[in-house]
């Protein structure tokens, strides 16, 4: 059996989300289930310390199944020598749709190919990191690429590796009921989801 093979049977006993990558969620599993703690009264992968204040703001913005692995990435690029912040979290429809018309009907350049409802960042499960040198934020480097090989270990689908809109800032983190579906048939169950007030990640 390969790595990958032994993750996922591990993922499946567990009973998290299996997708053969030892995330945040795979790795407070295993610890809680050898050593079977609380950290200051919570569980292991929501017991992840909080980042700065910028990122915080914008964690906060999305579901909460996704915070931990936010605040790892914050961190692992960190102990990697990669500085970056969440700079971008949740839009609402109408934010999504300003966006749509940047670089169309508006002044810009064109940042999405989606209009509200047709986007990740509507449903809490997706965030934008930027790269900084200090105080500096970098819109182009080489140091996305690292960051997003440093978030797909953590379980995120990284927007680097789309074909048709590369969005190396881009990261998301699909609900186990997505994993066999496409990105399109995803983003219907959300909405059907959200106007029907159904819980989106469970």
């Known amino acids: 059996m390969d790595i990958e093979g032994m993750i996922s049977a591990v993922q499946k006993k567990l009973g998290v989300q299996v997708d053969g990558r030892a995330g945040t969620e795979t790795w407070g599993a295993i610890y809680a289930h050898i050593v079977k703690p609380t950290i200051h009264g ?3 992968a929501e017991a992840i310390e909080a980042v700065d204040a910028r990122s915080e703001k914008k964690i906060a913005t999305l579901l909460p199944e996704v915070h931990p692995n936010a605040r790892a990435l914050v961190q692992k690029a960190a102990q990697n020598g990669i500085q970056i912040k969440i700079i971008s979290g949740l839009r609402s429809y109408a934010e999504q749709d300003e ?14 190919k989606v209009r509200g409802g047709y986007s990740n960042h509507n449903f809490g499960i997706a965030f934008d990191v930027g790269v ?20 797909m270990d953590l379980g995120f689908e990284w927007g680097g590796n789309w074909k048709t809109f590369v969005d190396q800032p881009h990261f998301q983190l699909r609900p186990r009921w997505a994993m066999d579906i496409t990105e399109s048939e995803m983003l219907a ?14």
């Open 189 to 202: 169950e959300f909405r059907d989801r959200k106007e029907n007030g159904t819980p989106l990640y469970a």
């Open 42 to 44: 919570a569980p292991p």
């Open 132 to 151: 900084f040198e200090g105080t500096k934020y970098l819109s182009e480097s080489d140091k996305y690429k690292a960051v997003g090989a440093l978030g």
């Open 99 to 112: 966006l749509y018309a940047q670089g169309r009907t508006q002044p810009g350049r064109i940042v999405t």
